[in-house]
């Protein structure tokens, strides 16, 4: 059985105000940037948080970008309940990246996307009416919709592992860390390659977090064809990296940023259907 703790493991009290539309939270819960935390059969594996990208980019006043988001009219195109799993992995993520922003209006839009495969999925909590009437009160404080799109997506992880569907889990953790990586990787558009980008640098960084991606599912039903498939793709995209360590002098290539970026976009693509 898997232990997921979600976003954070600690979780946050969070109570909304009438009065002011916000909420005071508690100040012993861990940062949100921690990353999801796996374990099964005594073997623990520390896997990537979307929200710590988008923090990251929104700090270094990387521009937003809507249109690297999946976009909410083709949430009708996910069928198989695989699908539905990895889209609302997407789609989740691209919540996280609204809230960060505080773009209200894109942030409940998404919500409402998520909400609906997410019924169609038998989550009932972490994308319900509870959550919609917390980011609906709290349209105008970004630090609040930051709060509740990482306890959203937290909730929803614990109540997958309470009700055993575990099957779920992995499917929309990838759906939420190659949708961050392909808005990371969008998100560098200099005509002149500069491996000291901080964006760059973030890039290179994410091979230790798909080092531990490609441990988890390995550890996973490979009979499962949507399993089998992530793995193989996630251990092609590795190869790219695994070829960074005979770089003389630096860190990464523009080649091989390139085919990364490359990668992450096929991928993506692949699963969200564009």
């Known amino acids: 059985m898997f232990m997921v703790a979600g976003l954070i493991l600690t979780v946050s009290s969070c109570t909304s105000t009438e009065e002011g539309n916000s909420e005071q939270t508690d ?139 575990e099957d779920l889990l992995p499917l929309m953790i990838f759906g939420g860390w190659i949708e961050s990586v392909y808005i990371a990787s969008g998100s560098y558009n200099e005509q002149n390659f500069n491996p000291e980008n901080p964006i760059v640098f973030q890039m290179i960084d994410q091979g230790y977090l798909l080092e531990n991606l490609i441990d988890y599912f390995n550890s996973l039903d490979q009979s499962n064809e949507s399993i089998k498939k992530i793995t193989e793709q996630l251990t092609d995209l590795q190869t790219v990296y695994l070829a960074m360590q005979d770089n003389v002098d630096v860190d990464i290539t523009k080649e091989q940023f390139d085919s990364i970026k490359e990668k992450i976009q096929n991928i993506r693509n692949y699963w969200t259907k564009n």
């Open 27 to 165: 100040t012993s819960a861990v940062a949100m940037d921690t990353v999801t935390t796996a374990k099964k059969e005594n073997q623990f594996f520390n896997l990537p948080s979307p929200i710590e990208l988008f923090t990251f980019l929104y700090e270094n006043n990387i521009k937003f970008q809507a249109e690297l988001m999946n976009p909410v009219e083709k949430s009708d195109k996910y069928v198989t309940t695989e699908e539905k799993a990895v889209a609302l992995g997407v789609y989740a993520s691209d919540i996280a990246y609204c809230a960060v922003y505080g773009k209200s209006d894109e942030t409940m839009n998404y919500f409402v996307t998520s909400k609906k495969i997410a019924d169609d999925l038998g989550l009932t909590e972490g994308f319900d009416e509870k959550i919609a009437n917390r980011i609906d009160k709290n349209l105008h404080n970004s630090d609040s919709l930051y709060n509740i799109s990482t306890d959203s997506y937290s909730m929803a992880l614990n109540f997958l592992r309470s009700q055993g569907r």
